[in-house]
DNA sequence: CGGCTAGTTGAGCTAGATCAACATTCGTGG
DNA sequence: CCACGAATGTTGATCTAGCTCAACTAGCCG
């Protein structure tokens, strides 16, 4: 049993920010600071406007799962639940449009091109959840680092020296992808001996070999989660 | 790496059948049948009328994910995709209607009622593939087992004599929870053991102890897959 | 009966977890 | 500027849950 993602930065509620555009409010976040938790009122639906969150669940005795890394034009709750079914903490500092749910029902009724590109993003999320569970259930711990490379890869947040950031601590990555932190550093460390990475910090690096990587990931599944690279236009709440 | 679930049976592509009601196909399914593949150009949406289906995805290598065991009443496919995100397969001898997907979209269009209910359970499954996800990535074989017997538990099959049905085979069910065969065997007869079940059959069961089994699950977590036990209206296709 | 499939059970083996140092970065205060 | 401590990352040594390999059992069907 494992728990090792500490509390040490006091996972306080965020609290409301500043009236954004749109009639939606913007609210900021420092580094490990809590949106909301699975279970609460799903009063809201969030989407980011700069930094990274993510979302994730909790076992009773405290393991973690998390979900999804969620950057700028992704939604961080979808779907018209009561409840939130996961929790969502910023891993950087991050703002995120808060859109009040209250008017979501009467936009799904009287707007059903927004409904159907509802139905397209959970369709979505739905697919990505599935890879995930292929991954978990299925791939090896090399697999699954290399994939989740290959997955920062594809998203390219590029740093200007061509390198790409690894903005989540070991431990975050660890338990997105259902291993311990020590696994996650080992196995990154691997690729890095075989040739097909480059580290020249613990958070930067860059794909050597791409083909040879995206073997290791076990390819055949796991498509990246393009979320917001759709060229879908952009859905707004009126 | 393994690669246990044989194609003993052809996996023969089922043919199409009688037409039905409602202007929807029937088709029956025989044991081991393939209904749709990963892949292939999404061209109906099918609900489960009778028996037991399961959706899959296989890695390249032939390691196999599987995502849900549907039951009468609970649909296959959802969303808008182009194409099918998981392959099904009858589990025992099936038989689901078929509606052909090219109605959705004007469906869509014109019943904002059934667009919200579409909403409705691509909601509730996206929770369940988190779900099982969080089971993948931070369960013991143990808790995954009991997990899912109090998973069967709770949908309720029950046999005459107040026992629990396992359909599926032990390969099936280990490739559900992410573990091998021998292992879910084991875990099973651990737990008839403990006297937590009974077992009289290898396809049989029985709780005995409702709360020490959801304890030995991990609770927390696991909320089970009532998906058609939802008291939501049925909806049709028109 | 004999062959086939599913299930059980035992005996190792190993990938990954656990435990334990140690290294590095970074922020804080003197 | 440096010293110090806290947080994060790396690396080694060991342990073990679950995998692999293998034998055996129990139904089932022709």
Redesign the pocket.
């Given at each position: 049993?494992?728990e090792r993602h500490?509390g040490?930065l006091q996972p306080r509620h965020a609290g409301t920010g500043s009236n954004g555009k749109n009639g939606a409010c913007l609210q900021r976040l420092q580094p490990r600071e809590t949106l909301f938790i699975d279970g609460e009122r799903a009063h809201s639906v969030f989407r980011v406007r700069s930094g990274l969150v993510m979302t994730y669940r909790l076992l009773s005795d405290g393991r973690r799962q998390i979900h999804s890394f969620a950057r700028t034009g992704d939604f961080l709750t979808l779907g018209t639940g009561d409840l939130y079914t996961v929790s969502a903490e910023a891993i950087t500092e991050s703002s995120v449009e808060v859109f009040r749910r209250g008017k979501l029902d009467n936009i799904l009724r009287e707007d059903s091109v927004f409904g159907r590109q509802l139905i397209q993003r959970l369709t979505h999320e739905l697919s990505v959840a599935r890879e995930q569970a292929a991954m978990l259930g299925r791939k090896?711990?090399?697999e699954r680092i290399a994939s989740f490379l290959v997955f920062l890869d594809r998203r390219g947040d590029r740093t200007p020296d061509e390198l790409i950031a690894?903005p989540?601590?070991?431990?975050d990555i660890?338990d997105y992808l259902?291993?311990?932190?020590?696994?996650?550093?080992?196995m990154?460390?691997r690729l890095k001996a075989l040739g097909l990475i480059d580290?020249p910090?613990?958070?930067r690096f860059r794909v050597l070999c791409p083909p040879e990587l995206a073997e290791a990931a076990g390819e055949g599944l796991w498509q990246p989660r393009l979320d917001s690279d759709q060229g879908e236009p952009d859905w707004e709440f009126h």
């Open positions: 049993m494992q500490d040490r090896s711990a090399m690894i989540m601590t070991r431990n660890a259902g291993l311990t932190l020590e696994t996650v550093s080992r990154i460390h580290l910090r613990p958070d």
